[in-house]
C-alpha cells in the first residue's frame, strides 16, 4: 500500500499516459474538464513558503435567461497534525489553529466564501487507540469552545462561512461527546451545528468508544453564499444519508473525513462524487494526510500484532459536481487547500435534465422502509410453491 512517496492518481496518469490517451481517460475518470482558476500569484507563494498546496479549478454552468449566476467559491483544507499526539494537548491545539490560520489567510486572498476543514481537525484521530485520556480534552463546547471562538474570529476577518468538525462536549445534555461539525456565519454568529449520523465499526476506526449516533437530523444551513450540509466522513458510505440533505435543500454537502488507504481508497473517488450525481448537488469530500503515531501500542481486532501507527491518511481531497464532472484531488502526501469555483445554477440545471426528484418513488421506498424497520417484518421473496419436481412429458 502506497503512502507518501506516491504522490497522486492524476500525477501518475500524466506522468505515463500519452497526452490523446489521458485525454480521453480523463473525460470518462473525471467527466466534463474543469477550468483552472485564476488564483493571484501571491497566493501561490504564499502557500509555496507555508509548505501546502493550492490548487483552483471552476465548473461552468449553462446562461439562464431568468437567474443570474450563482457563483460560489469553496475552499477545502486538508492537513496533517503538525505536532506529535504524544505532545502536551493545549499545544497540539495551538498548533492546528496556527496551521489552519495560514492556510485560511491564502484562502481569502482567493475569494473563498465557504471553508470547511478536515473532520476532528483540532486533535489527532485518536479513537483507534480506545483509550480516553488524554484524547477527551480535545473536546469543546460547539458553541463557545475555543476552537469555535478561533473560527469566529476568521469567519468575520475574512467574510467566511467556517465549517469547523471538532470532536464536542456537550455540557447542556451530561457532558457527553459528540462528532460535530460547527457551521459560523461569515458574520461570525454561529448558525448551528449538526452532527456524524453513522458511527464506523470497522478496523482501527472503532469511534464507538467515544460517541453515539448522532441525534440532529439532516439540517441544513442556509448561508449568505448557498445552502450547505455537512456529511460526516463515514455518512459518504450511506446514501440515505446523502439523500436526506439534499432533500432539505443543501445545494453543496461537505463531507469532512478521515480516512485511510488499505480501508477505502478506492472508495473514495466513487462515493462523493456519486452523491452528487444523484441529488443534484455539490459535494466536497475532505481527508486528512500522512501518518498518525501514538505513545500506546493498541489492536486492531483482526489477530494482527499491537502497533502505534494509524495507516496513511491519503488526502486527495475534491469536488464533485450535479453533472458528474470533479475536480482533481489534492494531493496524497501534503498539506492543501483547494479553490473550487461553483454556480449553483447548475444543481437544478441537471435537476431538470435527469429528473432524480422527479422519477425518486419515495412514497414506494418510505412505504417498504416503515415494514422493513419492524421486528416481524418477512422479507418479499418470491419462491417457487411446489417444492416437488416437475416431470416433463407427463
Ligand atoms: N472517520 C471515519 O468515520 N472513518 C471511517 C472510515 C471510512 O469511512 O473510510
Not at 496533517?80 to 489553529?97: G, K
Not at 418470491?382 to 412429458?393: A, T, Y
Request: hydrophobic share 40%; net charge negative.
Amino acid at each position: 500500500m502506497a503512502g507518501a512517496e506516491w504522490e497522486s492518481l492524476e500525477q501518475c496518469l500524466e506522468k505515463h499516459l500519452p497526452s490523446q490517451d489521458l485525454r480521453e481517460v480523463k473525460r470518462v475518470l473525471y467527466g466534463k474538464e474543469t477550468r483552472k482558476l485564476d488564483l493571484p500569484s501571491r497566493a501561490f507563494e504564499v502557500a509555496s513558503e507555508g509548505n501546502f498546496e493550492l490548487q483552483g479549478y471552476a465548473f461552468e454552468a449553462a446562461n439562464e435567461q431568468l437567474r443570474r449566476p450563482q457563483i460560489v467559491r469553496v475552499g477545502l483544507v486538508q492537513n496533517r497534525t503538525p505536532l506529535p499526539a504524544d505532545a502536551p494537548v493545549a499545544e497540539q491545539v495551538s498548533a492546528l489553529h496556527r496551521r489552519i490560520e495560514a492556510i485560511a489567510e491564502v484562502a481569502a486572498m482567493c475569494g473563498v466564501n465557504i471553508i470547511c476543514f478536515q473532520e476532528a481537525w483540532t486533535m489527532p484521530f485518536a479513537f483507534c487507540t480506545r483509550e480516553k485520556l488524554p484524547w477527551t480534552e480535545f473536546a469543546e463546547s460547539a458553541e463557545d469552545g475555543p476552537t469555535t471562538r478561533f473560527c469566529q474570529k476568521l469567519a468575520k476577518k475574512h467574510n467566511m462561512v467556517v465549517v469547523s468538525p471538532i470532536l464536542e462536549r456537550d455540557r447542556d445534555h451530561g457532558n457527553v461527546l459528540w462528532n460535530t461539525a460547527v457551521v459560523i456565519s461569515n458574520s461570525g454568529a454561529v448558525l448551528g451545528k449538526t452532527r456524524k449520523n453513522h458511527i464506523p465499526r470497522v478496523g482501527d476506526f472503532n469511534e464507538s468508544t467515544y460517541y453515539m449516533e448522532g441525534n440532529l437530523g439532516h439540517p441544513v444551513f442556509q448561508t449568505q453564499f448557498g445552502r450547505i450540509a455537512v456529511n460526516i466522513c463515514y455518512g459518504r458510505h450511506h446514501p440515505l444519508n446523502w439523500l436526506m440533505y439534499s432533500i432539505n435543500g443543501a445545494e453543496i454537502i461537505f463531507n469532512p473525513s478521515a480516512t485511510i488507504g488499505i480501508l477505502s481508497e478506492s472508495l473514495w473517488p466513487i462515493e462523493a462524487r456519486n452523491a452528487a450525481i444523484a441529488n443534484h448537488c455539490f459535494t466536497c469530500a475532505i481527508n486528512r494526510v500522512g501518518q498518525e503515531h501514538f505513545p500506546n501500542e493498541f489492536t486492531s481486532g483482526d489477530g494482527k500484532k499491537a502497533h502505534h501507527d494509524f495507516g496513511y491518511f491519503y488526502g486527495s481531497s475534491y469536488v464533485a459536481a450535479p453533472d458528474g464532472s470533479r475536480t482533481p484531488g489534492l494531493s496524497r502526501s501534503q498539506d492543501g487547500l483547494l479553490v473550487a469555483e461553483l454556480n449553483l445554477n447548475l444543481c437544478q440545471q441537471m435537476s431538470d435534465v435527469w429528473n432524480f426528484k422527479m422519477t425518486g418513488r419515495y412514497e414506494m421506498y418510505a412505504r417498504e422502509l416503515a415494514e422493513a424497520v419492524k421486528p416481524n417484518y418477512v422479507p418479499t421473496i418470491v419462491k417457487e410453491l411446489s417444492s416437488v419436481p416437475i416431470r416433463l412429458g407427463q
